[in-house]
Nanobody, 119 residues
Framework: QVQLVESGGGLVQAGGSLRLSCAASGIIYGIGTMAWYRQAPGKQRELVARITSGGSTNYADSVKGRFTISRDNAKNTVYLQMNSLKPEDTAVYYC?????????????WGQGTQVTVSS
């Protein structure tokens, strides 16, 4: 069974930094695009950043210049470096990945990790 496990969330003051990690485990034949989403209380889940298997990235306008997504294909892991954090970045952050298991491509989600930015 394939799993995505996030880590690195927590409480930080405005202006601070956090680094989120998300590792895929299980029988994996390949991983395509990996991404981070977030959901704040009372709001819809939104895309924060995504990275393709080739390393191309794109970001939500609200995080451009502050967040950096990267991946280590050898470790089946995606990272999100978050700098200059703002209170409005407070949300549950979810990892998402397109994971190939045998001949099936699955849209996999992690359980989420809480990020809280205090003012």
């Amino acid at each position: 069974q394939v799993q995505l496990v996030e880590s690195g969330g927590g409480l930080v003051q405005a202006g601070g930094s956090l680094r989120l990690s998300c590792a895929a485990s299980g029988i994996i034949y390949g991983i395509g695009t990996m991404a981070w989403y977030r959901q704040a209380p009372g709001k819809q889940r939104e895309l924060v950043a995504r990275i393709t298997s080739g390393g191309s990235t794109n970001y939500a306008d609200s995080v451009k210049g502050r967040f950096t997504i990267s991946r280590d294909n050898a470790k089946n892991t995606v990272y999100l470096q978050m700098n200059s954090l703002k209170p409005e970045d407070t949300a549950v952050y979810y990892c998402n990945a397109a994971i190939k298991v045998f001949t099936t491509l699955n849209d996999q989600w992690g359980q989420g990790t809480q990020v809280t930015v205090s003012s």
